[in-house]
């Protein structure tokens, strides 16, 4: 039997069966009996999916660990109807490995830079690996055998996963299919060229079975809120190659072994602090943001805010990266609106919403400022919205920054008879 490290150890909750065995099962750990109603509602209202049992885990092997195949194999006994699900993490995994590989060799194979002329829907360039990674990601869930369609930063539109290089865009329905995959195939390509990490962010929806016949449909059943998600997770290619991931059971993080060429449980559980010290914005932008972002941020640098701390600046400008400290650390990651994005810059559909299921499965929050990332419908496939995520204290206290700008607005309408006090509760910042 296997000793665990600490870090382990101390995440892993070991329950006994006799003096030959010792099992170990992933609890993960959620305090809803000592959460603020607040924070309940924010982080489970609305999600009434049935919670995936953890598994238990026995004769662990001193040189290999628990691999994310095992975990998933595990995961499968316990969760009979997540046979599929674990094809998938196979998929992913196997993609992921090959991406890290790239992108460590991009430089020496000259994939680094653009191509010329080459832009995406949204107006911005490709890069060359944006265009592997999103090759690479596109064949692999392809072959898994699960999805009807897949939605990519990188694609116009969804595609069928029964024609990956979008050359019959009508083959968009795949009947017999049960998943949708969204992905940003390499969040933070543009740094790749000096070295600085980037990352896989992926999401797994289950389709709807009312699209067979309606090409539209099938297109419109892409469009879902987080709180539908079935797994979700990124990889980030730094120091490590690090896959972090959830199925509803808690937020898990592997760490690719290159001597056995697996991901290896090394974060199991994982819980982000209730509170940090970190924020990580992009200042640039500071002069554009909502006023609230601009007096909370000022606040937390010059400790005048509720934790009366001054906060320490991180800031990558790789989404993946700079989540990922948060999610160890604690503190306060944010890509908020401002007059140039009033949606912000993010894309909701796999990159927000994936990132807030794994914060919220984390014990963390996620929040456009107003409301949960969670609860937003995206209304295009590569719509954009306001991001606030990390430790639960940090974004509710943000969050008191737009309220109390609702509050004196709406106080102000009502006083001159423009506002009823039905309107008022249902009024957002603006």
């Not at 790239?102 to 265009?131: C, F, H, P, W």
Request: with cysteine; net charge negative; aromatic share 8%.
């Amino acid at each position: 039997m296997r000793t665990l490290p600490t870090q382990m150890a101390t995440r892993l909750s070991v329950s006994r069966t006799n003096d030959n065995e010792s099992p170990l099962r992933l609890i993960p750990h959620h305090d809803d009996d000592n959460d603020d109603d607040t924070t309940n509602n924010h982080s489970q209202q609305k999600n009434k999916k049935k919670r995936n049992k953890s598994p238990t885990i026995t004769d662990i092997c001193p040189q290999t660990g628990v691999t994310l195949s095992r975990y998933m194999m595990e995961l499968e006994r316990w969760n009979p109807e997540l046979s599929e699900v674990e094809s998938i993490f196979t998929s992913i995994q196997v993609a992921a490995k090959a991406i890290s590989n790239l992108v460590r060799k991009s430089t020496l194979q000259a994939n680094t830079g653009y191509y010329k002329g080459s832009m995406n829907i949204q107006g911005e360039e490709q890069s060359k690996m944006d265009v592997i990674a999103n090759d690479v990601l596109k064949n692999a869930l392809n072959w898994a055998g699960h999805f009807k369609t897949i939605a990519s930063e990188e694609e116009d539109e969804p595609i069928s996963s029964s024609d990956p290089q979008g050359i019959f865009p009508e083959a968009i329905i795949d009947s017999g299919k049960s998943y949708i995959a969204v992905f940003d195939p390499l969040d933070g390509s543009a740094n790749l060229d000096s070295g600085i990490p980037v990352g896989t962010i992926f999401g797994i929806f289950r389709h709807g079975t009312e699209c067979q016949l309606d090409r539209q449909l099938c297109l419109e059943d892409v469009l879902q809120p987080g709180r539908n998600l079935v797994a979700a997770g990124y990889c980030l290619y730094s120091s490590a190659t690090t896959l972090v991931m959830t199925l509803g059971d808690g937020t898990h993080g592997f760490t690719l072994d290159e001597t056995i060429g697996e991901f290896v449980l090394t974060h199991p559980s994982i819980q982000i602090p209730q509170q940090g010290s970190i924020y990580s914005f992009n200042e640039g932008n500071r002069w554009e943001w909502d006023q609230p972002i601009q007096d909370y941020i000022m606040d937390i640098q010059t400790g005048m805010g509720k934790q009366q701390n001054k906060y320490k600046a991180r800031y990558v400008g790789s989404m993946v990266a700079d989540v990922h400290r948060t999610l160890m650390y604690g503190g306060i990651f944010g890509y908020p609106a401002d007059r140039t994005s009033l949606n912000g810059k993010l894309r909701l559909l796999y990159e927000a919403a994936p990132m807030a299921f794994l914060l919220e499965q984390a014990g963390g929050r996620a929040s456009t400022g107003t409301r949960p990332i969670m609860d937003v419908l995206p209304t295009d496939v590569h719509a954009r919205v306001p991001v606030i995520l990390g430790s639960p204290d940090d974004v509710k206290e943000l969050e008191s920054y737009y309220e109390a700008v609702i509050e004196k607005n709406n106080k102000e309408l009502l006083n001159a008879g423009q506002l009823n006090t039905t309107d008022a509760k249902d009024m957002h910042y603006a």
